[in-house]
């Protein structure tokens, strides 16, 4: 069975436009959306291992996305948040270029294979540039929840 993105997947936990401007305000906005939902119990354990990732390598994983996670207790289920910034950001991405879109990815410790394949459905999904298109251009987060959905729907057909 593969993982199916509607699971984790929720309206009130994307954000556009996020208000941040640089990597730090935005990464932090969407921990603070995500630390807010019923999915984290440990905010600061979280942020932490949000940071202490995003400190061993960034994950602007190129063509405008970043997928910043952290995996730790004080997480009780997958859980994402998903923003887009005003104008892109400026990440250290592995292709040098700003952010468009950042997709915040919450996991127990326990769950690594859920946590890989979370991981893995995002960048498939994102790797085709007409939905990586839409996403950038998403007038509001109804938009980026349709969009996403739609996809994670025709997949599962």
């Not at 993982?3 to 954000?15: E, M």
């Not at 354990?45 to 202490?52: E, I, K, L």
Request: glycine share 8%; with cysteine.
């Amino acid at each position: 069975m593969s993982f199916d993105l509607r699971q984790i997947l929720h309206l009130d936990l994307i954000k556009v436009p996020l208000e941040g401007s640089t990597k730090r305000e935005a990464i932090d906005e969407l921990c603070d959306l995500i630390c807010g939902s019923p999915a984290v119990t440990d905010p600061d354990n979280f942020r932490s291992a949000v940071w202490d990732r995003e400190g061993q390598r960034s994950t602007g994983i190129g063509e405008g996305l970043a997928i910043p996670h952290g995996k730790c207790p004080g997480v009780n289920e997958i859980t994402m948040a998903i923003g887009r910034p005003v104008d892109p950001i400026p990440f250290d991405a592995i292709d040098g270029e700003p952010v468009k879109l950042i997709i915040l990815l919450a996991s127990p410790a326990d769950k690594i294979a859920d946590h890989i394949q979370a991981l893995g459905r995002i960048s498939k999904f994102m790797s085709d540039p007409t939905t990586r298109a839409r996403a950038y251009e998403a007038e509001d987060a109804d938009a980026i929840f349709e969009l996403l959905s739609s996809l994670d729907t025709a997949n599962q057909a």
